[in-house]
């Protein structure tokens, strides 16, 4: 099987969307003549018109609220903002608008809306440009939220996003872009709601999403060389939540860490590990445990933005420490 990066993957699945439907259409800044800060729709102004690759004003707000309005009425959006730090300043048009519509008349009204949302550590971006902001998301009912963690999952998950009816918080880590990995040429899917068990174990459950699942499996394959047997579970879709392979995994292995690079405090692996203490306690022989970035504002230094989200080493930390 042929391989491509992350973002090759995600500029395919937009592309091959926009053939298939003509009602997506793409909007964001320097989407059109620039092909979008990190390239992924270069060409595809020439291709499909000024009429469905449209080039923004840098307004946030404006942009995703007009992109609100066209779902509302039919079209299928696909929103880029430039880095997912910029989200608060559209927050009335996602979690008062597009989250709410369809509840509030009664199923009449849909928002089939993509928002992808480039974001994570280890760019030196500093502390507006390298944020993970999916707790934010996730707490808001009507967005579902998608953060996919290798390109196959990338495309398949994002072809399966544009297709939904309700609207969807498309989280791509940056540093992932690069990453490289099998992807079929024929068409595939993969449904939101379903994690993916990426490593077989017996010992100790992670459970990861994003960028951390590369590390969670580097930290797999040390713990193995230490005897040490550790399941990785990629969540992929945040919400929906697929409680099923997570229940399933804890009451095999009875030991789990949950990481993220989000800052500790208020994040999602504390949602995670809440539910498990609630719904899959008997099953524990230890506490649920977080690895988790820490709760500063993310430095420019190199040294200090390293030592401020989790690398392989602390989630191994991690994970002796619910086993010992």
Same mark, same amino acid.
């Given at each position: 099987m042929r391989e491509i990066n992350y973002g090759q993957a995600i500029s395919e699945a937009m592309h091959e969307e926009m053939v298939r439907d003509g009602s997506v259409i793409i909007l964001g800044e320097d989407m059109g003549v620039m092909g979008s800060v990190f390239g992924l729709t270069k060409g595809f102004m020439d291709e499909f018109g000024a009429h469905r690759v449209i080039d923004t004003p840098i307004s946030e707000a404006g942009f995703t609220g007009m992109a609100v309005g066209a779902a509302m009425r039919g079209l299928r959006p696909i929103v880029e903002l430039m880095y997912v730090d910029f989200a608060p300043i559209c927050l009335d048009p996602i979690v008062?608008? =597009?989250?709410?519509?369809?509840?509030?008349?009664?199923?009449?009204?849909?928002?089939?809306?993509?928002?992808?949302?480039?974001?994570?550590?280890g760019r030196r971006n500093a502390g507006q440009h390298s944020q993970s902001l999916e707790a934010l998301f996730t707490h808001i009912p009507g967005l579902k939220v998608v953060a996919p963690a290798t390109p196959y999952d990338a495309k398949g998950l994002l072809k399966s996003a544009i297709r939904e009816d309700d609207p969807v918080m498309?989280?791509?880590?940056?540093?992932?872009?690069?990453?490289?990995?099998?992807?079929?040429?024929?068409?595939?899917?993969?449904?939101?709601?379903?994690?993916?068990?990426?490593?077989?174990?017996?010992?100790?459950?992670?459970?990861?999403?994003?960028?951390?699942?590369?590390? =969670?499996?580097?930290?797999?394959?040390?713990?193995?060389?230490?005897?040490?047997? =550790?399941?990785?579970?990629?969540?992929?879709?945040?919400?929906?939540?697929?409680?099923? $392979?997570?229940?399933?995994?804890?009451?095999? $292995?009875?030991?789990?860490?949950?990481?993220?690079?989000?800052?500790?405090?208020?994040?999602? =692996?504390?949602?995670?590990? $809440?539910?498990?203490?609630?719904?899959?306690?008997?099953e524990l022989d230890a506490p649920v445990k977080r690895v988790a970035g820490l709760n500063v504002v993310l430095p420019f230094s190199p040294a200090l933005e390293d030592a401020a989200y989790p690398s392989a080493k602390d989630i191994v930390a991690g994970v002796r420490d619910v086993v010992k």
């Open positions: 008062n608008q =597009a989250a709410k519509m369809r509840y509030m008349t009664g199923g009449q009204v849909k928002v089939p809306l993509v928002i992808r949302a480039p974001g994570g550590a498309f989280l791509e880590h940056k540093i992932l872009y690069a990453q490289k990995g099998e992807v079929p040429e024929t068409e595939y899917l993969i449904p939101l709601g379903k994690a993916d068990v990426k490593r077989q174990g017996k010992d100790v459950t992670i459970i990861a999403y994003s960028r951390q699942v590369v590390f =969670a499996l580097e930290a797999a394959k040390e713990l193995a060389a230490q005897g040490i047997e =550790a399941e990785v579970i990629d969540l992929r879709t945040l919400v929906p939540l697929d409680w099923e $392979t997570i229940e399933t995994s804890v009451k095999k $292995t009875h030991r789990v860490v949950v990481v993220q690079e989000a800052v500790k405090r208020g994040g999602y =692996a504390g949602e995670i590990a $809440t539910q498990i203490m609630e719904n899959a306690f008997d």
